[in-house]
């Protein structure tokens, strides 16, 4: 048994009444299913994090030079004002088309295992890239992006700066490391890491009451570790498929991927920081009340019909996973020169 020692005396936690026990019980059940988000930003392997990096990596970010109708950057489907999304159902893109799926939040990413809803970029570097050459969304390709960041002088600068003594720093592999180290300061801190790390009174009663439906209805077996969720892959209707209206039956998810009949309609799952700020919900975009998304994964995945009180309860709790969010100060860019492509707008 657990044991407090107070004033000289070893005192039981059942001595101390049943409400503190279970209390108690519920934190420690906790601190082995979650992980606090750590105060620092991740060391990046083969990309370590430099002053000169970062500076670039934020305007590259905030850059509609990206896109060939410079009109679209990386903020533009990952709002940092927004809690890291675009409130849309699914992304607007160059000329006005729509993506097929909605943008993942990019606060607190560097957590998860893999990016993307079907997880086909294995890092922050490698998903930087796929935005800028998708036509559906930036429309670009590696060659005009660098003939574009060429053309500026304090471009070729900064690249040179950020990648000391690399033969040719400014390559489109740079671009988007340099986007990485940025995107993987984009923290969240939450009262929820502040209960992982003991302070228990950081939630209510019914936040707790929340945390332990999360922990006992088996929401936590696919949202757990630091992100609450964002490391693993599952089937989107473990026990009943949703219907037409909030899943479509053309996106077969990370099938698309791996031609594995077994991964038809399967999604990584979304991690759970911020998600009262970042409706709509799934990786259509197509439900944006968060009760209704809630109730929605107890009858799919759960195989259970969730009570009013008991979805309340839970987002509840998931509020609590509503972080700080980091404040970006929007950076001044480089002035385009004669020989900068002029944008493409068709």
């Given at each position: 048994?657990?044991?407090?020692?107070?004033?000289g005396?070893?005192v039981t936690l059942?001595?101390l009444?049943?409400a503190?026990a279970?209390?108690?019980?519920?934190?420690?059940?906790?601190?082995?299913?979650?992980?606090?988000?750590p105060?620092?930003?991740?060391v990046?392997?083969?990309?370590?994090?430099t002053?000169?990096?970062?500076?670039?990596?934020?305007?590259l970010?905030?850059?509609?030079?990206?896109?060939?109708?410079?009109l679209?950057?990386?903020?533009?489907c990952?709002?940092?004002g927004?809690?890291?999304?675009?409130?849309?159902?699914?992304?607007?893109?160059?000329?006005?088309?729509?993506?097929?799926?909605?943008?993942?939040?990019?606060?607190?990413?560097?957590?998860?295992?893999?990016?993307?809803?079907?997880?086909?970029?294995?890092?922050?570097?490698?998903?930087?890239?796929?935005?800028?050459?998708?036509?559906?969304?930036?429309?670009n390709?590696?060659?005009?992006?660098?003939?574009?960041?060429?053309?500026?002088?304090?471009?070729?600068?900064?690249?040179?700066?950020a990648f000391?003594?690399?033969?040719?720093?400014?390559t489109f592999?740079?671009?988007?490391?340099?986007?990485?180290?940025f995107?993987?300061v984009?923290?969240?801190?939450?009262?929820?890491?502040?209960?992982l790390r003991?302070?228990?009174d950081?939630?209510?009663?019914?936040?707790?009451?929340?945390?332990?439906?999360?922990?006992?209805k088996?929401?936590?077996?696919?949202?757990d570790?630091?992100?609450?969720?964002?490391?693993?892959?599952?089937?989107?209707g473990?026990?009943?498929k949703?219907g037409?209206?909030?899943?479509?039956?053309?996106?077969?998810?990370?099938?698309?991927?791996?031609n594995?009949?077994?991964?038809?309609?399967?999604?990584?799952?979304?991690?759970?920081?911020n998600?009262?700020?970042?409706?709509?919900y799934f990786?259509?975009?197509?439900?944006?009340?968060?009760q209704?998304?809630?109730?929605?994964?107890?009858?799919?995945?759960?195989?259970?019909?969730?009570?009013?009180e008991?979805?309340?309860?839970?987002?509840?709790?998931?509020?609590?996973?509503?972080?700080?969010?980091?404040?970006i100060?929007?950076?001044?860019?480089?002035?385009?020169?004669?020989?900068?492509?002029?944008p493409?707008l068709?």
């Amino acid at each position: 048994m657990f044991r407090l020692i107070a004033l000289g005396a070893a005192v039981t936690l059942m001595s101390l009444g049943p409400a503190y026990a279970a209390a108690n019980e519920l934190l420690s059940l906790s601190q082995t299913i979650f992980k606090p988000l750590p105060a620092e930003p991740p060391v990046i392997e083969g990309n370590p994090a430099t002053p000169a990096k970062l500076d670039l990596g934020k305007m590259l970010f905030f850059d509609p030079r990206l896109s060939s109708s410079q009109l679209i950057s990386c903020n533009t489907c990952h709002n940092v004002g927004l809690a890291g999304g675009d409130l849309q159902e699914t992304s607007v893109g160059h000329n006005w088309q729509k993506g097929p799926r909605n943008a993942p939040t990019v606060m607190n990413a560097v957590f998860n295992s893999a990016q993307f809803w079907d997880g086909r970029a294995k890092d922050l570097a490698e998903q930087a890239k796929g935005p800028v050459q998708a036509s559906v969304e930036m429309n670009n390709t590696p060659e005009r992006v660098l003939e574009t960041l060429s053309s500026i002088p304090e471009y070729v600068d900064l690249f040179t700066k950020a990648f000391p003594g690399e033969e040719k720093a400014l390559t489109f592999d740079n671009v988007a490391k340099a986007i990485e180290v940025f995107e993987a300061v984009l923290l969240t801190p939450a009262p929820f890491d502040s209960y992982l790390r003991g302070d228990a009174d950081t939630l209510t009663d019914r936040e707790k009451a929340g945390l332990e439906l999360f922990i006992n209805k088996g929401c936590a077996g696919c949202h757990d570790g630091v992100n609450v969720g964002g490391s693993g892959y599952f089937p989107f209707g473990v026990v009943e498929k949703p219907g037409s209206e909030v899943m479509s039956a053309d996106d077969k998810g990370r099938f698309q991927v791996t031609n594995t009949a077994s991964d038809e309609y399967v999604f990584r799952a979304p991690s759970l920081r911020n998600v009262a700020l970042t409706a709509p919900y799934f990786h259509s975009g197509k439900v944006w009340s968060l009760q209704e998304a809630t109730s929605i994964m107890g009858s799919s995945q759960l195989g259970i019909s969730l009570t009013p009180e008991d979805e309340k309860l839970l987002v509840t709790f998931m509020k609590t996973l509503n972080g700080i969010q980091p404040q970006i100060v929007y950076p001044l860019l480089p002035v385009s020169t004669d020989k900068t492509p002029r944008p493409i707008l068709q």
